[in-house]
């Protein structure tokens, strides 16, 4: 060691005339008093999501459910087949989106990216209208109404189908142009083409397919059974633990492509990486629920203001928490406890969502933060 | 300096590759070279081929031929992460990232260092505090990256370069946005960065009587493409100067080491002052107003400055006229004004 860095690090040693050695310390201090505090918020919610509804499943009914004790069969059912499910839909589809959001505005280096950017749910309602409303048309379109009778399951699967056409079109355009940005303009101009496609459809088909296709585009958590949760789960879980081991290229990629390349990061691999995960949480979301915005934008804005960091690693996992949080708390609003309306949740997102990152983020603003990526 | 050089290249010939125009050569025959805890300064005219130099010898972009070779072994053939270890770059494109403070974006500097998870040990972080102590920017640690200037920022930028741990720092056009004081701040703390810990530092600017006051080696490359390797004031005084950057009606001024702007003659001063401060700029302001010193002893103007008891006055006298003026002001508005009445001539 040269004298002069010697004498630089001693510096740092003596707590009396430089700064302590710490790391992130404010972050890190949040984060070991937020997570905790985020998960007792879920756990609280995850339980009232259960409970409220059209009909109110009194508590201690609950534990005598679960324990296999005596009750109404009608609350057993309700519990079983409709409010558990739907709970645990919530939860992973709010998480899923939270994070592909999160992957999206930090791929882009864009605070507006959201877990669609990529055409991926346009291709998905392409498929599905296709599905609801083609029963008028001849060829492909006749081969996808066939899929309808399948019920909710031939409609998630053209929607997977349609996101997978997108998600494969974006895979080989992007290996031979290499800006980013160029991505960025094709995922939309996607979107305006499935646009076009679905309005074109919507005017050829009837009042009631047309009724069934802008109910799916409302969005719900109602409609996953118990028979598709696992495959729903265990996609969107792979899609949790690729996003948290991507957690170190996702902060250097913070820095733009040159640098991340300049310390050794391999950006196609980590580019396609990216990409197919957003697509897959953002397709099956998509899939199994219709296409629900806002919270793919909003929850990573959030996550940041609220922890004070850009850290992925942290990001990560509070992105996961906060966004099955604000599924959980949106469904709840949806379903009007003690009524039997249903208010579209994707209104609701933004109209009780909205408010509270504005909020948040002008909170931030203040002390000189704002949105950012 | 016996140590092995950090960088070295052979018959290089840089330039661009397209399927149907064929080979772009921008620079050939080139064989540079760069030593531990030396300092060069690439300097050129703009669309000279710096910025493929560059990014040539960083591995970017592959040679047209020729090799570049980084500690004895081809660029080409450093795995990525064995590359980052040896060589890092500051960029131009600014840095805008939120929520992040000076401490995070150095940390990230440690990313061909740390495992998978990018886990900062003990290490990592004295490297990371000695980096950021290294360019002076300490009482920055902890500060947010947005909330800085663009001095400060670039102070960050060169410590997150620092704390990859490299033999070579490359630094693109690193002075370029920022006021003087601290363009030459930074050329200082890179200078110092070079001798304390032995990297070889290589940067670009268009500075140049900066790079002429700083580097150890200039590397000049001419609106041609050639380039011309040498220490900066053999460079000056060979008139390589003039001919690189010479562009209509601006030339090299050799004695003062930077490019004069243009006069348009006015006429001719003497000056008759002691050498001092005042002296230096009653001349560097006459030459601004369009007079050029007068060959032999008799100009359109004699300018006398004299100290009377503390306080400096300048005289002017032209002809059969004389003025007592108290700035340089007044100095330059009394001689508008003869202009103006023809007394000058």
Redesign the interface.
Known sequence: MKPGESCVRERFRNPATGPAPATCTESFRKVSLGIPLALCILGVLFALDIVLGSVNIPLDSLFAIITGGEVKDTWATIFWVWRLPKAITAVFAGAALALSGLLMQTFFRNPLADPYILGISSGASVGVALVMLSSGLAGIGAVFAGLGFLGDVGISFAAMLGSLAVLLLILVISAKIQSNVTILVLGIMVSYISGAIVTILLQFSDESSMHTYSFWTFGSFSGVTWGQLPLFAVLLTVGFVVSFLLAKPLNVLLLGEQYAVSMGMDYNKVKNTIMVSTAVMAGVVTAFCGPIGFLGIAVPHFCRSLFVTADHRILVPTCVIVGGIIALATDIISHLPGMDLVLPLNAITALFGAPVVIWVIVRGTRFGRGVTT | MNSPAVLTCKDLTIGYRNQKTGMKEVSKNLNLLLNPGELVCLVGPNGSGKSTLIRTL?G?QPPLSGEVVLLGKKIADH???????T???V?T?P???????A???V???R??H?N???R?TEDD??VI??AI??VGA?DL??R?I??MSDGERQKVMIARALA?EPVLMVLDEPTAFLDLPHKIETMRILRSVAR???KAILLSTHDLNLAIRCADRLWIIDRHGTLISGIPEDLVISGIFGSAFGIHGVSFDPVRGEFAIPIEKKGTFVLEAQKSVEQIWTWYALERIGYLPAEGGMGDITVTIRNDGGKTMWEIRTGAVAEECASIAELIESISAFDRRGDLY
Do not use: C, R, Y
């Open positions: 960083t970017i795995g990525p992460e064995e590359k980052a270890k060589l890092s770059v960029l494109t840095v805008e990232t939120g929520f992040m403070t401490f995070d974006i940390a990230l500097g990313f061909p740390t998978w998870a990018g900062l972080n004295e505090l000695s102590a290294s300490s640690t902890h947010f947005h909330e990859q304390s810990t032995g």
